[in-house]
């Protein structure tokens, strides 16, 4: 299902669901798509992405508000008739999920969650006829569904029965639903349900991550700071907004499955037309920027250094030695807030089309400024910088190599190593077949 996103640039979308694909292909036999005709087309006829079986019920519930876009999942899982985990096409696994025979299985659960007790507030406020089965008082709590299942089919099935009658009391409310209901409507109707219904019944969820480890602001679920190490993927709502994920995510997908990366980007301008994707407008600091990057240098170098520099962006954490330069293709400025923005290309660039992507530098901005002015055509070390910045301290040093391998995640500055280094072309390797569960 394609329908909804919050992501900063639609091939972000596309390149999160074909690495959510691919890596659970890499751990599971059986990985099955449940879509409508637009939604195969896309990712099984002109992405090729390897799903074991395609099923097109989603064409069955066309004829409601494609704002709720929990429906579609909730639909999916009334179908079920065996043990499933359903994933969402935003989360990208590193591993087998730890789960075999549980009954119920979901994320993590969400105690307290500010934004979650003002959804369900709206909706009490708006007037929404809650089933007598949903009592909500007290502190609110819910499951996150980034993954759901589990081997209680007859809970499933009660579940978006319940769910469903909600959906059709509601009706009038929904079709005049607006944007702040919607992202209510959607949470409560899929996470609240599942969590009430559950504790209701007296039945154990069983989740992926402990109770308290991820907060609010779902930052854990978005560690991108060592390539070597990253686990679990779930840019939740918000983070999306946020082009420095989407650059992350892509480059991995980028790094290992080049053979599907080069399709997508061979393919994507026909998705835009099937999707009615419409060329992106570019602000006035973009034009200026891309006029100055096509006058001065050749857009095949360009992408190709942007795939070199998406390689090699870990520095030595014991010698300090790593020659580093800053990306020659940036634009950094200060807007009049004080805000430090910088403008890099992005890994989804074409040799014809130079995509260019906003990333916000934070605190980073003022001292990314000054290495750019101070070193912008030579090389230098990280033990250069923290030396050139006199008698710090152990702890300040390592702040300042911290720093410097934040602007290296970026691309702000990249390794000289990157200027050579190609790319492995490895391709997923279905290991570790679980034959017992369906995904």
């Given amino acids: 299902m394609l329908k909804g996103t919050n992501w900063s640039d639609f091939d972000y979308h596309l390149t999160t669901w074909a690495l959510s694909c691919l890596r659970l292909k890499k751990y599971y036999s059986e990985v099955s798509l449940y879509t409508d005709n637009l939604g195969k087309e896309i990712l099984f006829d002109i992405l090729k992405l390897p799903y074991s079986s395609v099923f097109l019920d989603l064409n069955d519930i066309q004829s409601v508000n494609s704002a709720i876009w929990a429906w579609g999942k909730l639909h999916t899982y009334s179908l079920q008739e065996d043990p499933f985990i359903h994933v969402d096409g935003d989360v990208i696994i590193s591993e087998k999920l730890p789960f075999d025979s549980e009954g119920l299985v979901a994320q993590h659960i969400e105690k307290g969650f500010e934004h979650n007790k003002k959804f369900l507030s709206i909706l009490v406020k708006e007037g929404y006829v809650f089933p007598k089965q949903i009592v909500y008082k007290g502190d609110v709590a819910e499951v996150n569904a980034g993954i759901l299942g589990g081997n209680d089919i007859t809970f499933f099935k009660e579940y ?9 009391e509601n009706g009038d409310r929904i079709n005049k639903i607006n944007i702040t209901q919607c992202a209510a409507f959607n949470t409560i109707l899929e996470q609240y349900f599942f969590y009430s219904l559950a504790k209701k019944a007296y039945k154990r969820i069983h989740v992926l991550f402990p109770e308290g480890y991820i907060h609010d602001d779902y930052i854990q679920l978005v560690n991108f700071r060592n390539r ?42 026909d998705i835009y037309e099937l999707y009615g994707i419409k060329d992106r407008i570019l602000t006035g600091v973009q034009k200026k920027h891309l006029q100055f990057l096509n006058s001065h240098f050749n857009g095949k170098e360009i992408v190709e250094k942007i795939r070199r520099y998406c390689l090699s962006s870990r520095l030595n954490e014991y010698k300090n030695e790593d020659m580093i330069m800053v990306n020659p293709y940036i634009k950094i400025w200060q807007e009049e807030t004080g805000s430090w923005k910088m403008l890099v290309p992005s890994i989804l660039s074409l040799p014809n089309d130079i995509k260019l992507i906003t990333i916000n530098l934070g605190v980073l901005g003022k001292f990314m400024h000054n290495l750019s002015l101070q070193y912008k055509n030579n090389t230098f070390s990280a033990c250069e910088i923290i030396n050139s910045l006199g008698d710090l301290s152990d702890c300040n040093k390592v702040k300042i190599f911290v720093a410097l391998q934040q602007l290296l995640n970026m691309h702000a500055l990249v390794r000289i190593e990157a200027e050579t280094e190609k790319p492995a072309m490895s391709k997923y390797n279905p290991l570790n077949y679980s034959e017992k569960w369906k995904i």
């Fill in 228 to 269: 070597d190490r990253i686990g679990y993927i779930h840019p939740v709502g918000y983070l999306k907004t946020n082009a420095f994920y989407g650059e992350k995510i892509s480059e991995i997908f980028y790094n290992e499955y080049p053979s599907e990366f080069n399709l997508f980007q061979k393919r994507k301008r």
């Fill in 160 to 168: 978006t029965c319940t769910a469903k009658k909600f959906l059709i």
